[in-house]
Structure formats: C-alpha cells, structure tokens
C-alpha cells in the first residue's frame, strides 16, 4: 500500500505535496519523493526511509514549481532505495509517475520496452509505466496515458505529468483508491482523503475504470475510454483529527489509546433508544433474507483476519450456524463451496486490501450476498 498526491495551481506546489504526503505516511514509509515541473523543467527529488529525509533533502535544495506529484512507498517491487523510490520517470525525463498497486505484466512489457532502447534504472514494476507512456506519446497526454492503460494489467492508482504539456495532470484508478479534490484555480488528487482536506472539502471520488484531467482552471472526469463524466462534488463534513496523530508518537500508540473512544464512537451511533437492539441501516437485508443465511464466510487479512476469528467464535454461539473464517489470499483458490445462502463477510482496515477485494468478486461472482467491513469514513476503496 502506497500514498500519492498531487496539485496544480498557483501556490508552490512543493509545499502542498509534503503536507499531502505527511497524512499518508501511514500508507508507507520506507521511502517517499516528489515530482515538480519548475522554470528549469522537471525536477524529481526522492529518498529512502522516512519522510523527514525527503524533507531536509528539500530545505536544502527547495523545488520551485506550481504542480508536481508526490509519493509515499511501501515496498512491492524492489528493495527500499532512493532509486526504487517514486516518481518515476523515462529516459528523456519528459514523463514522471506515481503508483500505487501492481502492474501484473510489467516484465512482458519491460523487455518490450528494453527490446525498443528503453533503459531501466530502477528493479520497481512502475517504472514501466513512465517507459510505456514515453513511448506511445504522440502529443497528446490523455490518450497516451488511455493507451498505456490498455497495455497494462493489475491495480493502479497513477499521477501522470508531462514536460510536454505541463499544465495538465492526469490521474488514473483502477482498482486502487484516488481521489479529486477541487478548489478555487487549484486542484488536487490524493490516495485518501485526508491528504487534501487542509486546502478543500470539494472532492470526487473516482470509481475503477476512470480518469480525470486537472489544470488549475478545472478537472474533466471520464471513462478509460474517453467518455466524459459528471457527477456531483460530494462535501466533506467531517474533521480532519480523525486522520492525523492527535499528539501520540505514532498512529499505533494513537490506536491503543483510542480503543475505548473508538468502540464507544462506533457502537453508540448503532443502539437504538433502548439499548437492546444494534441498528445497521446500511445492510439492505430484510428479515426473511437474513433467516435464509445457511452459513457464514469471514474473509480478511493480517489483523482483520484475528478480529475474524474472534467474529467467527461469537456468530456461532449466538446464531447457531456454521461459520469459517479464511486468510482473504487463499480464499479463491480453495474453490469454496458458496451458494445463494452463504454470507460473506469481507473485513478490511483501509478498505481496499487487494486480497481481500478479490475475494469480494470471486463471492459476488458465486451468487453470494456480501458484507463488507471496514474503517474509512465514506467507505474509499471497498464497493
């Protein structure tokens, strides 16, 4: 799991994308880098480990510049380095990105690319993508970047700048959560929500298969394929403290002490009156639907999967029916037994565990009915 951010506007954008990386840090932090198109072109500066070097590195060589990209890493392709970090960029520098997921095919399309004089630097799956867009481009970056698109499978999140057309960012989500936020002659994309609330609570919340064009004037969203989008700005209304450390060392320190607040937070809102009945508005089941569950499948990864197993000893007792709780990366591949009267409850953090969102679409694929639990407000990233 990785952060991206990035800003086009008037300010210096420098500025922004660390603020923006600073509230995605938890998504990784074994290196973080920057992207900024100044008056001497585009600037790239990246470092291993924590943000903090990121950080003195640009105190002491400042990039001036009013849009740029920025990343935040956990390590899938290639060990933590400051050449592994992101953004990413072709052999002419003219192309700079920032990922977050997996592209699946990239060593067919890196020795494609090697076979055509693309020289690789670094051991990551994303530096194909900057190589790909390089050498498809034929003056216009949004169906070059549709192109590369088609070329590539996996999950993708992507921030996309070119020297060529400089005033024009373009991001991408496939599989992996992004979203817009809009201001005034300023606009922003962000993993997560968070990363942008301090300059806008106007935002879009991309879904798979689409795209969206910023300039500091506007955004135009669209499909992959070309097709534009409107759809309403949706309004944040909630505070930003939630998403940040509120004081605490680290967000793990933060989480233990929270624990009694959370769990009051959490079920307080779901008591009626009484105290004697739990209300869940957001599960459209009736009665009659949830009498016909016959079994129940919790499915999750890391942690969530311990909260399974613990969910899976207090359904049986209480409901009587039979319960399994499966690690979300093997569960596909056992080939389940499912069936119209199977419930599965997918359980995930973030909300958009690649693990665990492929078990949602094999379920789903299977005729089951899905539950899916998860802990980010406006529930980003888990359909």
């Known amino acids: 799991m990785c952060g991206i951010v990035g800003y086009v506007g008037k300010r210096n954008s420098q500025d922004i994308l660390i603020s923006g ?13 920057v992207a900024v198109y100044t008056t001497d072109g585009p600037q790239v500066q990246k470092s291993k480990g924590r943000l903090a070097n990121l950080e003195s590195k640009l105190g002491e060589a400042p990039l001036n510049g009013t849009i740029g990209i920025g990343h935040t890493r956990w390590a899938t392709h290639g060990k933590p380095s400051d050449v592994n970090s992101h953004p990413h960029t072709d052999n002419s520098q003219k192309f700079s990105v920032v990922h977050n997921g997996i592209i699946e095919n990239y060593i067919a399309l890196k020795e494609e690319l090697i076979a055509k004089g693309h020289v690789f630097v670094s051991e990551t799956d994303t530096e194909v993508i900057s190589h790909l867009i390089a050498s498809l481009y034929q003056g216009d970056i949004v169906k070059t970047v549709q192109a590369a698109v088609q070329r590539m499978t996996g999950a993708f ?18 599989s992996s959560p992004l979203i817009i936020g809009v201001g005034e002659g300023e606009n922003f994309i962000g993993s997560d929500i968070p990363a942008i609330l301090e300059y806008t609570r106007n935002v879009y919340i991309l879904n798979d298969g689409e795209m969206a064009v910023l300039t500091k004037e506007g955004v135009e969203l669209m ?42 937070d959490t079920m307080g809102a779901r008591l009626d009156p009484s105290g004697n009945k739990v209300v869940l508005s957001e599960v459209k089941m009736t009665p009659e639907q949830i009498r016909a569950i016959r079994n129940v499948h919790i499915v999750a990864c890391g942690t969530a999967y311990h909260a399974g197993l613990v969910g899976k000893s207090v359904i049986e007792k209480l409901a009587r029916i039979p319960v399994e709780t499966d690690v979300a990366s093997e569960y596909r591949y056992r080939s389940p037994i499912i069936t119209p009267e199977t419930l599965v409850v997918v359980v995930s953090q973030s909300g958009e565990t690649a693990d665990t969102l492929a078990a949602l679409r094999e379920a789903k694929r299977c005729g089951a009915r899905v539950l899916a639990i998860t802990n980010v407000v406006g529930g980003l990233g888990c359909p």
């Open 157 to 174: 999140a992507l921030g996309v700048l070119t020297e060529y057309e400089p005033e024009k960012l373009v991001a991408v989500r496939l």
């Open 223 to 264: 499909t992959l394929e070309g097709n534009f989008i409107s759809r309403e700005l949706f309004h944040v209304d909630w505070d930003i403290i939630t998403a940040e450390k509120a004081g605490f060392d680290h967000f793990m320190l933060k989480e233990i002490h929270e624990r009694p607040k959370a769990y009051r």
């Open 21 to 33: 990386l600073k509230k995605l840090e938890y998504r990784g932090y074994d290196s973080a880098g």
